[in-house]
């Protein structure tokens, strides 16, 4: 089992930037993918940014297009810990932000098997 939990979400202007953790425990965080997911009000849940395990030395990002050029995801394995970067904020990224683990893929495509309670980001015009 894998146990997530977010934190750094809030309220911002349009325009402003937040940073979400998502801190792993419960098994080796460098052997897991993580993503990032969100629910905006009225609205299914939706990619937002993922990134792999090491490869040969690298991590993989990818990103929805919606967010791309704005938000940035990276990890830290010393930490157990996965960051969202938001930057150049909008309305439109009001949502419940969640984070998920999956051992086996990553990506937008990916059905991953863990997934955190989620933290709130509201961004005001």
């Known amino acids: 089992q894998v146990q997530l939990v977010e934190s750094g979400g809030g309220l911002v202007q349009a325009g402003g930037s937040l940073r979400l953790s998502c801190a792993a425990s419960?098994?080796?965080?460098?052997?897991?993918?993580m993503g990032w997911f969100r629910q905006r009000p009225g609205k299914v849940r939706e990619f937002v940014a993922s990134?792999?395990?090491?490869?040969?030395?690298?991590?993989?990002?990818e990103y929805a297009d919606a967010v791309k050029g704005r938000f940035g995801i990276s990890r830290d394995n010393a930490k157990s810990t996965v960051y969202l970067q938001m930057n150049s904020l909008k309305p439109d990224d009001t949502a419940v932000y969640f984070c998920?683990?999956?051992?086996?893929?990553?990506?937008?495509?990916?059905?991953?098997?863990?997934w955190g309670q989620g933290t709130q980001v509201t961004v005001s015009s």
């Open positions: 419960g098994r080796t965080f460098s052997n897991y993918a």
């Open positions: 998920a683990a999956d051992p086996n893929c990553s990506g937008s495509r990916c059905n991953y098997d863990y």
């Open positions: 990134i792999s395990r090491r490869s040969a030395g690298v991590n993989y990002a």
